[in-house]
């Protein structure tokens, strides 16, 4: 999951690498790198560990001018984050290539490539892939055939930029599993792991599919597919503006993102409801057909989308009445599921191309488990192009690292598909309105939840010096706690665990003590009374107690309770609005004790790797 950006221009190409890359930094900011041809025909190149600052830095003391140049910014996978192990790989001062995925057959590679006397000077499997370039450079063949022939030799997963000093005029993309772009512009033209990285240079894009590879010049593009063969693939205009990708008067993405959410979520509605009704239409062509068909749903997703899938499993069965059950994707892709007949795959993913998510849906289809639909944020991935119904989310892009409006905007998803599931298995018309209402009421909802800011900073100084964490939840509230405890150990790397709140006797109950906070989230619904019982137990044993609790839960302070009010919420939607306090939990402890928030310690936003 790192990132690439490349460009062929009739200008110095250098700033709008260096420019691609910062904004790809969420992927990968372990080190970075660039190489560019320069006029005399030699390839410059630069590397440095760490962020894409210090390539910079490093850039300024030697500059690297030229048109053609290919950068890339690491997440490492294999070999240490050192500046041997960043990209550019070079072979033989010839060809360059970057690369985003990892090559399983690497050791058979490098055993055959020793023995043809090239030499490693890394510890990465993507060094294979420039030699194994080189190697059929040498038997004659243009650097496009020998792209097309070494890419054949790789089992993995991929996304190249290569270039050569023997074809001054050509940059050539591949991609296999992993995202890749090309930018098109005005007699210059790019390629990057993400529209973002590109769009103060260009707002049109074409999307390679798995096997292309593409020969890109000043004046054209040629695209070829995994046997060989040209193929047209569509141009498509990006509504993302440049600005989008700024923080703006904000700190931090992540506090960017996270008030962004009322805006997020009635993007998300928009257009979706009419009358006090879902517009099954939103789902896609065909819909209403696929959806008389379900009599279950099997949700696939990873991280805080396998939370935002628990919730819905929640709400899938209680309010609609559809059995649901929930995996974590790369537990799911191997092992061995009973097919359930007419049932719905449902891939939760911000970016659309997560790695194992995106393998779950090829293994359900391949076993003939139903129709699929993906709830994502990018129109163009990978899972939207290989789901048979989409909902996008339209959250926006996300930046941080801990994942925000993408977790808000995908409950709201997943409500829509209740309802739209709900009504063909006994859902009154009177409860789709109410939901509906709810719904439309939800950006006011968090507004007001937002409030709570400035009460929750003063509340993270008491977790400053704190090492552990418990969170608490019941019902659809307990993945809810899920997602607290994982933001807080994304960003503010204090160990969090979650709990359902009933569970504290079977086990839990022995970790409690004076320095281990306890946090509950407590709407008023039918399991209120049962965890103000299960928090009592806390409390007799000393733990110190920060709830949020709505205010009719009739939650009370006392010398080891703080209680913090959250508006009154129906319990249907209360996941979503009571999301928000524990994101700003988590902000605001990360930041006094001084984290990357935006860029925690070994993660990246994008996961295209197993």
């Known amino acids: 999951m790192c990132g690439i950006v490349g460009a062929i221009a009739q200008r110095d190409v250098a700033p709008i690498l260096l420019e691609g890359l910062r904004r790809l930094e969420y992927r990968g900011y372990d080190s970075a790198g660039m190489?560019?041809?320069?006029?005399?025909?030699?390839?410059?190149?630069?590397?440095?560990?760490?962020?894409?600052?210090?390539?910079?830095?490093?850039?300024?003391?030697?500059?690297?001018?030229?048109?053609?140049?290919i950068a890339h910014t690491r997440w490492a996978t294999h070999g240490k984050p050192t500046e041997r192990n960043a990209h550019p790989h070079i072979c033989n001062r010839v060809v360059a290539?970057?690369?985003?995925?990892?090559?399983?057959?690497?050791?058979?590679?490098?055993?055959?490539?020793?023995?043809?006397?090239?030499?490693?000077?890394?510890?990465?499997?993507?060094?294979?892939?420039?030699?194994?370039?080189?190697?059929?450079l040498q038997q004659g063949q243009e650097l496009l055939a020998a792209v097309q022939a070494a890419v054949q030799e790789l089992e993995g997963a991929y996304a190249l930029g290569v270039v050569s000093r023997e074809e001054p005029q050509r940059l050539i993309a591949a991609r296999r599993g992993s995202p890749l772009v090309i930018g098109v512009g005005v007699g210059e033209n790019f390629i990057a792991s993400d529209v973002a990285a590109l769009v103060p240079v260009t707002q049109r894009f074409i999307f390679l599919e798995d096997g292309d590879v593409a020969e890109i010049r000043h004046e054209g593009i040629r695209i070829f597919d995994a046997a060989g063969q040209p193929v047209e693939r569509p141009v498509r205009v990006s509504e993302l503006s440049a600005d989008a990708v700024e923080r703006g008067p904000y700190r931090h993405f992540m506090l960017k993102e996270i008030f962004e959410q009322p805006r997020a979520v009635a993007d998300c509605l928009e257009g979706r409801i009419s009358n006090g009704r879902v517009?099954?239409?939103?789902?896609?062509?065909?819909?209403?057909?696929?959806?008389?068909?379900?009599?279950?749903?099997?949700?696939?997703?990873?991280?805080?989308?396998?939370?935002?899938?628990?919730?819905?499993r929640y709400w899938l069965e209680a309010i609609a009445g559809v059995p649901c059950s929930v995996e974590v994707a790369s537990e799911f892709r191997y092992r061995r599921p009973v097919v359930r007949n007419h049932s719905l795959i449902v891939t939760l993913s911000q970016s659309g191309e997560t790695a194992d998510t995106l393998a779950g849906l090829q293994e359900a289809k391949r076993l003939g488990f139903g129709h699929s639909l993906t709830i994502c944020n990018v129109p163009?991935?990978?899972?939207?192009?290989?789901?048979?119904?989409?909902?996008?989310?339209?959250?926006?892009?996300?930046?941080?690292v801990a994942s925000t409006k993408a977790f808000t905007t995908q409950l709201v998803a997943m409500m829509l598909l209740v309802i739209a599931l709900g009504r063909r298995h006994g859902m009154s018309e009177d409860m789709e309105r109410r939901l509906v209402e709810q719904l439309q009421q939800m950006p006011g909802m968090i507004?007001?939840?937002?409030?709570?800011?400035d009460g929750i900073h003063r509340l993270a100084e008491r977790f400053a010096d704190k090492h552990h964490a418990l969170f608490l939840g019941r019902g659809a509230m307990y993945p809810v706690a899920m997602e607290g405890a994982l933001k807080l150990k994304e960003i503010s790397y204090i160990h969090a665990e979650a709990y359902p709140a009933g569970e504290l006797k079977h086990g839990p109950l022995a970790l409690i003590d004076a320095d281990m906070p306890v946090i509950a989230v407590a709407p008023n619904d039918e399991l209120l009374e049962k965890l103000k019982s299960n928090l009592q137990e806390v409390s007799a044993r000393g733990g110190e107690l920060f709830v949020f609790a709505d205010t009719d839960a009739g939650m009370t302070e006392a010398d080891n309770i703080t209680v913090l009010p959250v508006a009154p919420t129906d319990d249907c939607i209360a996941p979503i609005v009571f999301t928000i306090p524990l994101q700003l939990l988590a902000y605001h402890v990360a930041v006094l004790k001084g984290t990357d928030v935006d860029q925690p310690r070994n993660l990246a936003k994008s996961v295209t790797v197993e």
């Open 279 to 312: 517009l099954e239409a939103a789902f896609g062509h065909g819909a209403a057909e696929i959806f008389d068909q379900v009599q279950g749903v099997h949700i696939i997703a990873c991280g805080t989308s396998f939370h935002a899938g628990m919730v819905g």
């Open 380 to 400: 163009e991935s990978s899972l939207v192009r290989e789901s048979d119904l989409t909902l996008m989310t339209r959250a926006g892009p996300e930046i941080g």
């Open 97 to 136: 290539v970057v690369h985003n995925g990892i090559i399983e057959n690497h050791d058979i590679l490098r055993d055959r490539q020793k023995a043809q006397g090239y030499r490693f000077t890394s510890e990465t499997d993507t060094e294979v892939i420039v030699h194994q370039i080189h190697h059929h």
């Open 35 to 69: 190489a560019v041809l320069d006029a005399a025909g030699e390839l410059g190149r630069r590397r440095a560990t760490g962020k894409v600052a210090e390539l910079a830095a490093a850039l300024d003391a030697g500059p690297l001018p030229g048109g053609l140049g």
């Open 447 to 453: 507004e007001h939840a937002l409030q709570l800011n």
